[in-house]
């Protein structure tokens, strides 16, 4: 037998050692007259150390603190930043003009900095998503102003500075081997502590060029599964929680549950290179079989409307300048056609919207297999074609802002994450005359010509448009509800 | 770009001196650095490991409660030398069938949200070390209880024992006496739920989000982020070689002078137990179910019905698409029970076969355990690609783990009994031995044990689900059906709570029907024992 002081002194010896077992911060809601801190969970936690070129851009956007020299407005057009005003010179170069706003760091907002920051843009590796097939160069001009100058002529080249991945740091962020963005950004809030891929600690930066935020601070968790998020905030652990999966919605108190339509855009990708879906009249045959307002009523409860094309009703513009899609093929009957759709199960209503599709299909007259993965292991397979269809949920303005882009990318012939396989001269005439357009009006309506010819040739069927619901607290207010899922807190966020 | 990616990473070396360079510098307590986040792997891995530890030993101790309640009841009749009316048994294979996940969910809802008794998730302090450590605990300890349980009534049946309650030695005394005499067969199991709580509690981490080790490894495995996975599964395998270590010794403490003098008995049950209606109950109600599911179409979608109530139209309601429970239970009744069985039987050929052989098998039970079988699913679809029927052997390479050592601490046992020595000295050579004696002794209870960890192969199958691997929607298997309602589970309750109660009813089967289950006699022949398979022993695991 060992004596009981023994013991107590093992017990006071092994204190200190559990402590360190147990996550930090869990309690730190220190409110002080300068404003509360808020509590956020978010859905997706860092996955490259909060590097600004890569999936965590989005993250320090929506938590303010990053910006770039232009953003979205609600309209999708390109709105000042950090840049004041600017002017296109002429085909490649593009004038910024920067207003006076200072670093994290203390740093001053000078030109020189700025293009170093787009420089050091350019050379990640791998290249931002913002940035992928273009080439630029932005050197200082004058006190305030910076050149940037594009390779070929780009006519959107202010919507894709808009986004999360061209974010502007100090010098100081780019002097160690990763970009850190600790303390060099000029949000309104800066990052002052990250534990892990657990939590993270922001404080007001005082001197925003924007005003002061009202919140004193943030404190950020990375909480991956959806229920657990919701009980969060149903046990009063956090003020807001993002991206509530439409099966823990009606668990939320309806004074706590906001909708937001979002650019999200749930497809039905159809093979057009090899397989059952080569054939356009099967494809005809599936756009007809499938019903996306089932979809949206009882899979999304709701909380998504029926699909209208590439582009929802959230990009405000694209509603009155729809073409009806011509020259569509005429269906044919599938007659027992066997087809496999792929989908993934990250976004946990896809697996269900793929088994109401499959029924769908079925009662058309195709045999259908389902083929569910994680999104990882599921990519590359689709990519190389190896399924007949694909159901996927696609951001359509996230990577630029700019409506060209995604259709280049995902629907002509040299595009990187073309799912469907597509690859039709008509198309890629419309989305080349789309690309050449700078005025913003007309290039949304090429936009839209060209989201015709897509819809004609029938290799994506648009099921729903998204919207996510956010989890605020009753005593939150002034959150932003981007439909562009780039911002979520503000300056005038507070609670 | 991949170059790039190459170039910075230094993949260009080649994988020899790559790992050369890692073992190197993990000498140092260097592991690298992280290919996705950059970050430095060894603080990350060692925080996570700390966490999954303490998440274990609180689990741990829960165990130890709910294995002392499932053996109260014996050790009070054994206490009181009443044993003979002993029964029962199916509440404990019941909760052991309990898949984590779902005991998880419930907790954290009713306890943690609605009744607010205690935190719902976050990882920040004692408190909130209950709900996860319940979840965890609760059918770890069922399955350890019921092991305990089965073997008492064995060692109050000693004569030691006898002679002390004929000497008037307090029966709590006798108790403690006989615990002390069957743990060491339970040992090499418990050292196995060591090294299963810390690396496997994948789902209870992440519904509770707590930074551990489990998610760690897996998150790093899916997104192919080759320094944490190599750090995070060497620490596993650490682990389970110090347990390994440690749970030998312990059981020597206990039981070693009779182990080595070859003075233990054989825990014979004072008598075997009657035949039970409890088995033909259960077996009744699961075949009702099956047979009205059949009769039910498991695929027919109604999305305008879905998550409704049960009622007569739909006895078990409907589950998030509008489908008929009843229906799907029924239907996937067989495919979920046929390749369980399979794997089951496969497992239990393999870890009888390894457990014969502990040195070759003892280092390898301790490696293959400290691998989950989410992992083993990832990398057999590594090797053999990811089809329809990698899942299965990815869960055989590790069922047979704890049937093996199982098999290993019943031999290590069976070997120092008198009656093994008496046989010795009328001049048995090894393969009589082997065949009449260790292997009739043996089989039975590694048989049975086999039976109890049923429902967890089933359920092991559906968590490679989500790689691609096995059973896809809509196909209703009972794993699945479970995994694709979890998150309706307190909206429609009834969607999660009737394939829950079809795998604890078939847990109980299992179990009570093992009881009654007379395995036919080695060979005709067969000296003395009169029921050699009714004979459990010490390790011995219902």
Same mark, same amino acid.
């Given at each position: 037998?060992?004596?009981?002081?023994?013991?107590?002194?093992?017990?006071?010896?092994?204190?200190?050692?559990?402590?360190?077992?147990?996550?930090?911060?869990?309690?730190?809601?220190?409110?002080?007259?300068?404003?509360?801190?808020?509590?956020?969970? %978010?859905?997706?936690?860092?996955?490259?150390?909060?590097?600004?070129?890569?999936?965590?851009?989005?993250?320090?956007?929506?938590?303010?603190?990053?910006?770039?020299?232009?953003?979205? &407005?609600?309209?999708?057009?390109?709105?000042?930043?950090?840049?004041?005003?600017?002017?296109?010179?002429?085909?490649?170069?593009?004038?910024?003009?920067?207003?006076?706003?200072?670093?994290?760091?203390?740093?001053?907002?000078?030109?020189?900095?700025?293009?170093?920051?787009?420089?050091?843009?350019?050379?990640?590796?791998?290249?931002?998503?913002?940035?992928?097939?273009?080439?630029?160069?932005?050197?200082?001009?004058?006190?305030?102003?910076?050149?940037?100058?594009?390779?070929?002529?780009?006519?959107?080249?202010?919507?894709?500075?808009?986004?999360?991945? %061209?974010?502007?740091?100090?010098?100081?962020?780019?002097?160690?081997?990763?970009?850190?963005?600790?303390?060099?950004?000029?949000?309104?809030?800066?990052?002052?502590?990250?534990?892990?891929?657990?939590?993270?600690?922001?404080?007001?930066?005082?001197? =925003?060029?924007?005003?002061?935020?009202?919140?004193?601070?943030?404190?950020?968790?990375?909480? +991956?599964?959806?229920?657990?998020?919701?009980?969060? %905030?149903?046990?009063?652990?956090?003020?807001?929680?993002?991206?509530?999966?439409?099966?823990?919605?009606?668990?939320?108190?309806?004074?706590?549950?906001?909708?937001?339509?979002?650019?999200?855009?749930?497809?039905?990708?159809?093979?057009?290179?090899?397989?059952?879906?080569?054939?356009?009249?099967?494809?005809?045959?599936?756009?007809?079989?499938?019903?996306?307002?089932?979809?949206?009523?009882?899979?999304?409860?709701?909380?998504?409307?029926?699909?209208?094309?590439?582009?929802?009703?959230?990009?405000?513009?694209?509603?009155?300048?729809?073409?009806?899609?011509?020259?569509?093929?005429?269906?044919?009957?599938?007659?027992?056609?066997?087809?496999?759709?792929?989908?993934? &199960?990250?976004?946990?209503?896809?697996?269900?919207?793929?088994?109401?599709?499959?029924?769908?299909?079925?009662?058309?007259?195709?045999?259908?297999?389902?083929?569910?993965?994680? =999104?990882?292991?599921?990519?590359?397979?689709?990519?190389?074609?190896?399924?007949?269809?694909?159901?996927?949920?696609?951001?359509? %303005?996230?990577?630029?802002?700019?409506?060209?882009?995604?259709? +280049?990318?995902?629907?002509?012939?040299?595009?990187?994450?073309?799912?469907?396989?597509?690859?039709?001269?008509?198309?890629?005439?419309?989305?080349?005359?789309?690309?050449?357009?700078? &005025?913003?009006?007309?290039?949304?309506?090429?936009?839209?010509?060209?989201?015709?010819?897509?819809?004609?040739?029938?290799?994506?069927?648009?099921?729903?448009?998204?919207?996510?619901?956010?989890?605020?607290?009753?005593?939150?207010?002034?959150?932003?509800? &981007?439909?562009?899922?780039?911002?979520?807190?503000?300056?005038?966020?507070?609670? | 770009?991949?170059?790039?990616?190459?170039?910075?990473?230094?993949?260009?070396?080649?994988?020899?001196?790559?790992?050369?360079?890692?073992?190197?510098?993990?000498?140092?307590?260097?592991?690298?650095?992280?290919?996705?986040?950059?970050?430095?792997?060894?603080?990350?891995?060692?925080?996570?490991?700390?966490?999954?530890?303490?998440?274990?030993?609180?689990?741990?101790?829960?165990?130890?409660?709910?294995?002392?309640?499932?053996?109260?009841?014996?050790?009070?009749?054994?206490?009181?030398?009443?044993?003979?009316?002993?029964?029962?048994?199916?509440?404990?294979?019941?909760?052991?069938?309990?898949?984590?996940?779902?005991?998880?969910?419930?907790?954290?809802?009713?306890?943690?949200?609605?009744?607010?008794?205690?935190?719902?998730?976050?990882?920040?302090?004692?408190?909130?070390?209950?709900?996860?450590?319940?979840?965890?605990?609760?059918?770890?300890?069922?399955?350890?209880?019921?092991?305990?349980?089965?073997?008492?009534?064995?060692?109050?049946?000693?004569?030691?024992?006898?002679?002390?309650?004929?000497?008037?030695?307090?029966?709590?005394?006798?108790?403690?006496?006989?615990?002390?005499?069957?743990?060491?067969?339970?040992?090499?199991?418990?050292?196995?739920?060591?090294?299963?709580?810390?690396?496997?509690?994948?789902?209870?981490?992440?519904?509770?989000?707590?930074?551990?080790?489990?998610?760690?490894?897996?998150?790093?495995?899916?997104?192919?982020?080759?320094?944490?996975?190599?750090?995070?599964?060497?620490?596993?395998?650490?682990?389970?070689?110090?347990?390994?270590?440690?749970?030998?010794?312990?059981?020597?403490?206990?039981?070693?002078?009779?182990?080595?003098?070859?003075?233990?008995?054989?825990?014979?049950?004072?008598?075997?137990?009657?035949?039970?209606?409890?088995?033909?109950?259960?077996?009744?109600?699961?075949?009702?179910?099956?047979?009205?599911?059949?009769?039910?179409?498991?695929?027919?979608?109604?999305?305008?019905?879905?998550?409704?109530?049960?009622?007569?139209?739909?006895?078990?309601?409907?589950?998030?698409?509008?489908?008929?429970?009843?229906?799907?239970?029924?239907?996937?009744?067989?495919?979920?029970?046929?390749?369980?069985?399979?794997?089951?039987?496969?497992?239990?050929?393999?870890?009888?076969?390894?457990?014969?052989?502990?040195?070759?098998?003892?280092?390898?039970?301790?490696?293959?355990?400290?691998?989950?079988?989410?992992?083993?699913?990832?990398?057999?679809?590594?090797?053999?690609?990811?089809?329809?029927?990698?899942?299965?052997?990815?869960?055989?390479?590790?069922?047979?783990?704890?049937?093996?050592?199982?098999?290993?601490?019943?031999?290590?046992?069976?070997?120092?009994?008198?009656?093994?020595?008496?046989?010795?000295?009328?001049?048995?050579?090894?393969?009589?031995?082997?065949?009449?004696?260790?292997?009739?002794?043996?089989?039975?209870?590694?048989?049975?044990?086999?039976?109890?960890?049923?429902?967890?192969?089933?359920?092991?199958?559906?968590?490679?689900?989500?790689?691609?691997?096995?059973?896809?929607?809509?196909?209703?298997?009972?794993?699945?059906?479970?995994?694709?309602?979890?998150?309706?589970?307190?909206?429609?309750?009834?969607?999660?709570?009737?394939?829950?109660?079809?795998?604890?009813?078939?847990?109980?089967?299992?179990?009570?029907?093992?009881?009654?289950?007379?395995?036919?006699?080695?060979?005709?022949?067969?000296?003395?024992?009169?029921?050699?398979?009714?004979?459990?022993?010490?390790?011995?695991?219902?």
């Amino acid at each position: 037998m060992r004596s009981p002081r023994r013991r107590v002194v093992a017990g006071l010896l092994l204190a200190p050692v559990l402590t360190g077992c147990f996550a930090s911060g869990g309690d730190t809601d220190v409110d002080s007259a300068e404003g509360s801190r808020l509590r956020v969970a %978010l859905a997706f936690p860092p996955a490259e150390n909060f590097s600004p070129y890569g999936a965590d851009a989005t993250l320090l956007s929506r938590l303010g603190v990053t910006e770039g020299l232009t953003k979205l &407005d609600a309209n999708g057009a390109a709105a000042p930043a950090l840049a004041e005003s600017w002017t296109r010179e002429n085909d490649r170069n593009w004038l910024f003009t920067l207003r006076e706003a200072t670093f994290q760091d203390g740093t001053e907002v000078t030109p020189a900095t700025v293009a170093a920051a787009l420089t050091h843009a350019t050379e990640a590796e791998p290249v931002t998503a913002a940035l992928s097939g273009v080439t630029l160069t932005a050197k200082k001009s004058g006190d305030r102003q910076v050149r940037v100058t594009t390779e070929d002529p780009d006519p959107a080249l202010p919507l894709r500075l808009t986004s999360p991945g %061209l974010a502007i740091l100090s010098a100081k962020a780019y002097a160690a081997e990763r970009v850190n963005p600790v303390g060099t950004a000029t949000g309104p809030f800066e990052v002052t502590k990250v534990t892990g891929t657990t939590a993270a600690t922001l404080d007001r930066f005082d001197e =925003y060029w924007g005003g002061r935020a009202q919140a004193s601070g943030v404190d950020a968790r990375f909480i +991956a599964d959806g229920t657990a998020r919701t009980n969060a %905030l149903r046990t009063d652990q956090v003020d807001l929680a993002e991206a509530v999966p439409v099966s823990q919605a009606s668990t939320l108190d309806k004074g706590t549950r906001h909708e937001t339509a979002t650019t999200r855009t749930t497809s039905l990708l159809l093979n057009t290179k090899s397989g059952a879906f080569k054939d356009p009249k099967l494809r005809a045959a599936a756009r007809e079989a499938v019903d996306g307002s089932v979809l949206a009523k009882d899979v999304y409860e709701g909380y998504a409307d029926a699909g209208a094309g590439i582009f929802g009703p959230a990009v405000t513009w694209a509603a009155d300048k729809r073409l009806e899609p011509s020259g569509r093929a005429k269906a044919t009957d599938p007659d027992g056609t066997s087809v496999t759709i792929a989908t993934y &199960d990250n976004r946990p209503e896809l697996p269900e919207v793929a088994q109401v599709l499959q029924q769908q299909l079925q009662k058309a007259g195709f045999k259908v297999k389902l083929e569910v993965r994680e =999104y990882s292991r599921l990519e590359s397979d689709a990519l190389a074609g190896e399924f007949d269809a694909f159901v996927g949920a696609r951001n359509s %303005l996230l990577d630029t802002g700019d409506p060209v882009s995604i259709l +280049a990318s995902d629907f002509s012939c040299a595009g990187s994450y073309n799912l469907a396989l597509l690859c039709d001269k008509k198309v890629d005439r419309a989305v080349a005359a789309a690309e050449k357009e700078s &005025d913003t009006a007309k290039r949304q309506q090429a936009a839209m010509n060209a989201e015709a010819a897509i819809l004609a040739t029938d290799a994506t069927v648009p099921l729903v448009h998204q919207q996510i619901i956010t989890g605020v607290a009753t005593s939150v207010r002034g959150v932003t509800y &981007d439909p562009y899922e780039r911002t979520l807190i503000g300056t005038g966020t507070r609670r | 770009m991949l170059a790039a990616v190459r170039d910075e990473l230094g993949l260009d070396a080649g994988p020899s001196k790559l790992l050369g360079e890692w073992l190197g510098g993990l000498a140092r307590g260097d592991a690298g650095r992280s290919w996705i986040s950059g970050g430095e792997v060894t603080p990350s891995v060692v925080q996570a490991l700390g966490v999954s530890l303490l998440l274990m030993a609180a689990a741990l101790v829960v165990a130890a409660v709910t294995a002392a309640a499932v053996c109260a009841r014996t050790l009070w009749l054994g206490a009181h030398r009443r044993l003979g009316d002993r029964s029962g048994g199916s509440v404990a294979a019941m909760t052991a069938a309990l898949p984590e996940f779902l005991t998880a969910s419930v907790l954290a809802t009713a306890v943690g949200v609605h009744l607010g008794w205690l935190p719902a998730l976050g990882w920040y302090g004692p408190r909130w070390m209950v709900l996860p450590a319940l979840a965890l605990g609760l059918p770890a300890g069922a399955l350890l209880g019921r092991m305990l349980d089965d073997l008492l009534p064995g060692a109050f049946a000693e004569p030691w024992a006898l002679a002390a309650a004929a000497r008037g030695i307090p029966g709590r005394v006798i108790a403690r006496q006989t615990v002390r005499r069957c743990i060491p067969g339970l040992l090499p199991n418990t050292g196995l739920f060591v090294v299963g709580l810390t690396g496997g509690a994948v789902t209870v981490e992440q519904i509770f989000d707590i930074p551990g080790l489990g998610r760690t490894t897996l998150q790093a495995a899916i997104a192919q982020d080759l320094p944490v996975l190599q750090a995070g599964t060497l620490a596993l395998v650490l682990l389970a070689a110090v347990a390994g270590a440690l749970a030998r010794p312990a059981a020597r403490l206990l039981i070693g002078p009779a182990l080595r003098d070859g003075a233990l008995h054989s825990l014979h049950r004072p008598k075997p137990p009657a035949p039970r209606r409890t088995p033909l109950l259960h077996g009744t109600l699961l075949l009702a179910v099956v047979v009205l599911g059949l009769a039910r179409d498991p695929l027919a979608l109604d999305t305008g019905a879905r998550l409704q109530p049960p009622s007569w139209a739909h006895p078990l309601g409907t589950d998030a698409l509008g489908r008929d429970l009843l229906a799907r239970i029924g239907h996937g009744a067989f495919t979920t029970l046929a390749l369980a069985v399979a794997i089951s039987a496969a497992a239990l050929l393999t870890g009888l076969l390894l457990g014969l052989l502990p040195r070759l098998s003892g280092p390898l039970v301790d490696t293959v355990n400290a691998v989950p079988a989410v992992l083993a699913g990832l990398l057999v679809a590594g090797v053999a690609g990811s089809g329809a029927a990698t899942p299965a052997p990815a869960v055989a390479a590790v069922a047979w783990v704890p049937l093996a050592a199982h098999t290993t601490a019943l031999l290590e046992q069976e070997r120092a009994t008198t009656h093994i020595t008496a046989t010795k000295g009328l001049g048995a050579g090894h393969a009589h031995l082997l065949r009449h004696e260790l292997l009739p002794a043996v089989l039975p209870p590694v048989a049975r044990h086999a039976l109890l960890r049923l429902p967890a192969v089933a359920l092991a199958l559906t968590s490679l689900g989500f790689l691609g691997l096995g059973s896809r929607p809509p196909a209703p298997e009972w794993g699945l059906l479970l995994a694709e309602n979890q998150p309706y589970a307190e909206r429609a309750p009834w969607a999660v709570l009737a394939p829950a109660a079809a795998l604890a009813l078939l847990g109980a089967l299992a179990v009570t029907a093992a009881d009654g289950v007379r395995l036919p006699r080695p060979f005709a022949g067969a000296p003395r024992r009169p029921k050699p398979a009714v004979a459990p022993l010490v390790g011995e695991t219902g």
